[in-house]
């Protein structure tokens, strides 16, 4: 058992019920702002600490690519979580979020005709094999 893995799940399940309560106080784009506001803080002051670690390999267009990812797959997933939370519960949300990955396999499997190995389904392929 992977006990940093486990007190991430923690974490993160807690998540949604904090969330819950702050919306209650606090606009969700407000909240998310001063969330992200936080933790870019940490990353810049993370950044300024590790001295041999530089992103002026980024190209322009590595860079766009990074804010669109951003942009949509951090920021608007935890956006609309947040909106979600408005009108439903946090065990709710967290059933909707951990069903995701599933919905995007279908997805590929139906849209993309990606194929769907074995080692894909238990989750076990990796980058570095080749297995994408």
């Not at 702050?22 to 870019?40: C, K, M, N, T, Y």
């Not at 669109?68 to 979580?81: D, E, Y």
């Not at 849209?111 to 076990?124: I, T």
Request: hydrophobic content about 55%; glycine content about 6%; overall charge positive.
């Amino acid at each position: 058992m992977s006990w940093p893995a486990l007190a991430a799940i923690i974490i993160w399940g807690f998540s949604f019920i904090a969330i819950k309560i702050a919306i209650a106080e606090v606009h969700p784009f407000a909240l998310l702002a001063l969330r992200f506001g936080i933790g870019a803080i940490l990353l810049c002051f993370i950044q300024f600490i590790e001295t041999d670690i530089s992103c002026v390999a980024f190209t322009k267009r590595d860079w766009i690519n990074i804010l669109l990812l951003a942009t949509i797959g951090i920021t608007g997933h935890n956006l609309l979580q947040a909106y979600g939370l408005l009108f439903t519960t946090a065990i709710n949300t967290g059933w909707i979020i951990a069903v995701q990955p599933l919905f995007i396999a279908l997805s590929a499997r139906l849209f993309l005709a990606e194929p769907s190995r074995p080692e894909k389904r238990s989750g076990s392929s990796s980058v570095s094999s080749g297995s994408f």
